[in-house]
Nanobody, 126 residues
Framework: QVQLVEFGGGLVQAGGSLRLSCAAS????????MGWFRQPPGKEREFVAA????????YYADSVKGRFAISRDNTKNTVYLQMNSLKPEDTAVYYC???????????????????WGQGTQVTVSS
């Protein structure tokens, strides 16, 4: 049983920055690959970023590459998403998620994740 709770969402102007946090409890956090997804209003959930259990390997959606950075602190059971140069199209509910298994590769499919946070709203105004 794993529980994930996101923090840090809010309202920001275009060009600004936000840092999201996702605190995990239960399980063995340092064994889990983790990911961030987002769901814009009226649209389907989409992959944002993923990070390996060690934090060494990361992967990003093209839409956020160069602007967002995923990281983790295994001593705090927390994964982060630093969002810079925010655009109105980044407006969405952001979710952190736990990869359902131990794999060598990072996953971008929602079905590869088995625990999800409640989501945190990020709104970027123009």
């Amino acid at each position: 049983q794993v529980q994930l709770v996101e923090f840090g969402g809010g309202l920001v102007q275009a060009g600004g920055s936000l840092r999201l946090s996702c605190a995990a409890s239960g399980g063995a956090f340092s064994s889990y690959n983790m990911g961030w997804f987002r769901q814009p209003p009226g649209k389907e959930r989409e992959f944002v970023a993923a990070i390996s259990n060690s934090g060494i390997n990361t992967y990003y959606a093209d839409s956020v590459k160069g602007r967002f950075a995923i990281s983790r602190d295994n001593t705090k059971n927390t994964v982060y998403l630093q969002m810079n140069s925010l655009k109105p199209e980044d407006t969405a509910v952001y979710y952190c998620a736990k990869d359902r298994g131990i794999y060598y590769s990072l996953h971008i499919r929602p079905t590869d994740y088995d625990y999800w946070g409640q989501g945190t709203q990020v709104t970027v105004s123009s």
